[in-house]
């Protein structure tokens, strides 16, 4: 299993498969020893929480559940699709740029 990941926390990117498939939205954390990804408001689970303290209350949280890293794709503001990113050195540093149209993400 690779330890690398296609996307960064922060990234805007785009489900391609799943219940959720066609959703956008941010990424809040990356595991790249599991090769998942939790992305914001999507991929919800119910989880009962019981509470833990006097006073904390229990119940049923929804939360964001973490899903793999490749059923997620980078989203492109400027072409409005999931595209796959390319590499370009500008300056002496190496930038991420959109592999359609170019624009740096």
Request: aromatic share 2%; glycine share 12%.
């Amino acid at each position: 299993m690779a330890n690398k990941l296609h996307v960064r926390t922060g990234d805007t990117v785009m489900i391609i498969s799943g219940d959720d498939k066609g959703e956008t939205g941010k990424v809040l954390a990356v595991s790249p020893k599991e090769g998942k990804v939790i992305v914001e408001g999507l991929n919800k689970v119910k989880k009962h929480v019981k509470p833990r303290k006097m006073g904390d209350k229990g119940g049923i949280v929804e939360a964001e559940a973490p899903m793999y890293a490749s059923k997620v794709q980078i989203y492109c503001s400027s072409c409005k699709k999931p595209v796959r990113v390319a590499h370009k050195v500008e300056d002496g540093k190496k930038v991420r740029v959109c592999g359609k149209c170019g624009k740096t993400l």
